[in-house]
């Protein structure tokens, strides 16, 4: 394949191959990025993306097929080598050491041995050149997250590189603090410099990029101008159908409905020196409805979640109200008997044992709720019956995996979400609190776990949301509430909310609980 | 100059994850060889009085099981404290509690005779084993102290303790000045399995059916899979509603109680009295019989007989070609050095680097791919 037109080729991959075991991940990928062009990676999860760019930058090495650099073909063995050519990454989670300064966090990975003092005034002058202010001498457990994709990308620039890989970069900021970025993006372009960029936002694709490549299943589906296609024909190329929209009907007479949830005067100390304490957290959620929780990631919400669910239970034991019963002081074992049920943001090694089978991953969250099902006389696991229970969830949720019980870390962030979502609508709990439902989760599997959500709570639950993606919240909200340095604003009926009001409250615009004197610390 | 980096691997073979404890032995006996030739013997007539000759005939066979016994029975425990990521490695010092506390009935009370005595001693072992190794387990869920060296400490104040009461209280009065207490009385001497053929006593029965209820516990039970969660992913194990310091008590006072039994039956069993030094390192060669078994109980049985066979053979060594006992302990240090060292390659490979930071014109050669 060859490029479009006249424009030179800065990266071309030509049948680039990639085997797990069986299952084909990249399936002769075909690719080209032209010099100065935003070129968009678009695909589920699972589509194949993120081996694709590994392939590329040197951390996983291909079965077959060629990558050419400049139309000379290379093979990139490492990512040393891949930084050398002049290939630049910018991944989803960043790997930067909170106790140190951005400015020594960046002379770690630059590794040629020139003064802190020198890298931090290059770093200096780059980052206000592209728009992207950033103080050298702060610390990284100071900043926030959008402050921290700047050390990431200001590093990453201070390489020279002629192509930056970008994964995700703007699930981590506010909407203002993505219209920065893009900036900065238009401007590298302007200056001859090319972008994979990798997205599941289809109308940012729309805005920034100049050519989409689209992956499904491993191959390539189509290449495309993502500006003369529509963000529902684009989502067609990806999932292959028609993404089904969310279908959420209003909700009659919710004040007076039984509250479920409630949280009252929730306060909690910083545990760490980097997390992040709650102030005085008000929010009752009630019997059929949808609440969702914005925010900046890293503004308490992981807390907010810790507290609720009862991993870390609290002192005032009114803090925290499931059915109109006090939970504060219960585990969460204690809550889960209680009725709620709780899927925390980290799918691996927090919602599920990564080297543990799917049905011992049910186990997991279960062992005491399902007790008399799953386990028997004298504390012996029932397998079968686990088995049975995993494969009956499978089903509901269409799980795609490739093995009968495989290991949770075998399948692909979506379905795997789609498994520990299943996992607990299972129960059908009175109360459900989830934390980012649909992070890097394919169009297909979030519409239906939104869906799900949404049929959750008209069934008579309560259903707390806690998101980075506006977009999923207003799909699902009834209402909105906005977490902002530990603080908790009203929620604003979803009929009131506006994208622009939501991005200033989660700016730390003032919150809208300002009333509640802080009564703690 | 070059470094040596190891790089994690993508995937780890199951084939050479099972095989790994196998190559070890083949390692440790290619070394054991090159270690033999220097000392001027002749290999192959070294490893056949090491390794053939103890177990040539029936009653090397229950010499053999006297020594598997206590190996497995610790080594099982151990398992349990590691599969959880707890790092018990205190396992001599709980032996050796559970064979005082135990042999304080009979010491303490040579008149009380009958068919209750001896299951008292194995209880009161166990309790001794379990209560010594409560106190790291203590002291980490406590003060997050460090298990590995408050375990390993408490051994040497094991080993004081032990060798005080023999010396003083519990001495002999007509032991001519032995540090050694009384012979135990025949109701707290542990039965001999066959004694037409050996002296292999109940021990070793205690091993294996600890090492098949530990089985079921680690692959059937909700306990053994609140150990593998807690041990592999502590933060799904929270999430769980698994305690982390109910598990630090329960592995280490499991362990415990299974290192006392070892210790008390070792005593009443082959023994029958307390010395000073009631075991040539058992609690710690038990370390590398629970790694050997690949932290698996029905492994570790195998691993137990052969860590037992160099305790064996090193004697046998030493009898009939006058090399020191000593080399027992080398080769049991090479079989752990290169179990890990497998394990080791099998999660990593090891790449070569320069030392010289690289330059950036001359280091890719875009001409030299495919």
């Known amino acids: 394949m060859s490029a479009n037109q006249d424009d030179a080729n800065l990266l071309e991959v030509r049948g680039l191959t990639k085997t797990f075991g069986t299952l084909t991940a ?93 890298i931090a005034a290059k770093a200096r002058a780059l980052s206000y050149s592209y728009g992207l202010p950033l103080d050298p001498q702060s610390l990284v457990g100071d900043l926030s997250v959008g402050e921290r994709q700047r050390i990431e990308i200001i590093r990453c620039l201070l390489q020279t590189p002629q192509l930056i890989i970008l994964d995700e970069p703007t699930s981590v900021l506010t909407p203002q603090e993505a219209d920065k970025l893009f900036e900065t993006l238009e401007r590298l372009r302007s200056e001859g410099k090319s972008i994979l960029y990798i997205s599941h936002r289809l ?4 805005r920034i990029c100049d050519r989409a490549t689209v992956l499904r299943h491993g191959k390539v589906v189509g290449h495309c101008n993502p500006r003369k296609e529509t963000a529902a024909s684009l989502a067609r190329m990806m999932v292959g159908n028609d993404v089904q929209a969310v279908v959420r009907a209003p909700v009659q007479g919710i004040e007076t409905a039984q509250p479920l949830l409630e949280i009252r005067a929730l306060s909690r100390r910083p545990a760490t020196p980097f997390s992040i304490p709650l102030r005085n957290i008000n929010l009752t959620v009630r019997a059929g409805e949808v609440i969702g929780i914005a925010g900046v990631a890293g503004n308490g919400q992981g807390e907010f979640f810790e507290s609720v669910s009862g991993e870390v239970p609290q002192q005032d034991a009114a803090s925290v109200r499931i059915r109109g019963k006090d939970a504060g002081g219960l585990s969460i074992t204690g809550r889960r008997l209680m009725g709620a049920a709780f899927v925390p943001e980290e799918r691996l090694g927090h919602g599920a044992a990564p080297r543990m089978k799917l049905s011992e991953n049910l186990l997991l969250s279960r062992h005491a709720t399902d007790g008399k099902v799953f386990v028997g006389a004298g504390g012996m696991v029932k397998s079968d019956a686990i088995y049975a229970a995993a494969q009956r969830i499978i089903k509901a949720m269409d799980v795609r995996k490739s093995a009968l019980d495989p290991e949770a870390a075998a399948l692909s962030g979506g379905n795997l979400q789609k498994f520990i979502v299943g996992r607990e609508l299972d129960r059908r709990p009175s109360v459900m609190v989830v934390n980012q439902p649909t992070w890097g989760v394919d169009a297909g599997a979030a519409a239906h776990i939104r869906q799900t959500l949404i049929e959750l709570a008209r069934s008579g639950s309560a259903v707390l949301v806690i998101s980075q993606d506006l977009d999923e919240l207003f799909e ?46 | 100059m070059m470094r040596l980096e190891l790089v994690k691997r993508p995937q780890r073979s199951m084939l050479f994850s099972a095989l790994s404890p196998f190559i070890a032995f083949v390692l440790t006996i290619i070394a054991g060889a090159i270690l033999f030739a220097l000392l001027g013997v002749n290999p192959l007539k070294a490893f056949q009085i090491y390794f053939l000759e103890p177990i040539s005939q029936v009653w090397q066979l229950h010499e053999l099981a006297i020594k598997a016994a206590p190996l497995i029975l610790i080594g099982v425990g151990l398992s349990v404290c590691y599969r959880a990521n707890i790092w018990n490695i205190g396992a001599e010092g709980q032996f050796i509690l559970g064979g005082i506390v135990g042999s304080s009935i009979p010491v303490l009370f040579p008149q009380f005779e009958g068919p209750l005595v001896l299951p008292l001693m194995l209880l009161f072992g166990m309790v001794g084993g379990a209560a010594y190794a409560a106190i790291p ?19 040497y104040v094991a080993q004081l303790f032990l060798d005080w009461l023999v010396r ?21 001497i542990l039965p001999e399995l066959m004694p037409a053929s050996g002296r292999a006593n109940w021990g070793f029965v205690f091993a294996l059916v600890a090492a098949v209820l530990v089985w079921i516990l680690m692959s059937r039970m909700l306990k053994g899979f609140e150990v593998r969660v807690l041990g592999s992913s502590p933060r799904a194990g929270r999430f769980a509603g698994f305690g982390i310091n109910r598990m630090v008590f329960f592995a280490f006072m499991l362990s415990g109680a299974l290192a006392g039994l070892a210790g008390i039956s070792e005593v009443s069993g082959a023994i029958g009295q307390l010395q000073p030094v009631i075991s040539p390192g058992y609690g710690f060669a038990a370390i590398i019989v629970a790694f050997l078994g690949r932290l698996n109980p029905l492994g570790i049985v195998a691993a137990g007989l052969v860590l037992a066979l160099t305790y064996l053979g090193g004697e046998a060594v030493q009898s009939a070609l006058g090399i020191s006992d000593k080399v027992a302990r080398v080769f049991q240090g090479m079989l752990l050095f290169f179990v890990l060292g497998c394990d080791t390659l099998i999660h990593y490979r090891i790449r070569l680097i320069g030392f010289a930071a690289p330059k950036l014109e001359s280091a890719p050669k875009l001409e030299e791919a495919r």
């Open chain 1, 26 to 118: 990249c399936d002769h990928i075909d690719l080209n990025v032209a010099k100065g062009e935003i070129h968009a990676l678009l695909g589920e999860n699972g589509a194949g993306k993120s081996t694709l760019v590994k392939m590329l930058f040197g951390t996983l090495e291909p079965n077959s097929g060629e990558i050419f650099w400049n139309d000379q073909a290379v093979t990139i063995t490492n990512p040393g080598f891949a930084k050398k050519l002049g290939i630049g990454m910018v991944f989803q989670h960043f790997s930067l050491f909170e106790a140190l300064t951005a400015a020594e966090n960046i002379a770690l990975s630059l590794d040629d041995g020139s003064p802190i003092s020198t």
């Open chain 1, 476 to 521: 699902i909200s009834d209402a909105i509430a906005v977490m902002h340095n530990g603080e908790l604003s009203k929620p604003l009926p979803i009929a009131e909310a506006t994208f622009e009001k939501i991005g200033l409250l989660m700016g730390g615009a003032e919150p809208g609980h300002a009333e509640h004197a802080l009564e703690t610390s």
């Open chain 1, 203 to 206: 109308e940012e694709v729309k």
């Open chain 2, 168 to 188: 003083g209280p519990w001495r002999d009065p007509k032991g001519f000045n032995f540090p050694q207490t009384i012979q135990f009385n025949d109701s707290a």
């Open chain 2, 137 to 155: 387990a203590l002291l980490k869920a406590r003060f997050n102290t460090n298990e590995i060296l408050t375990s390993l400490m408490l051994v």
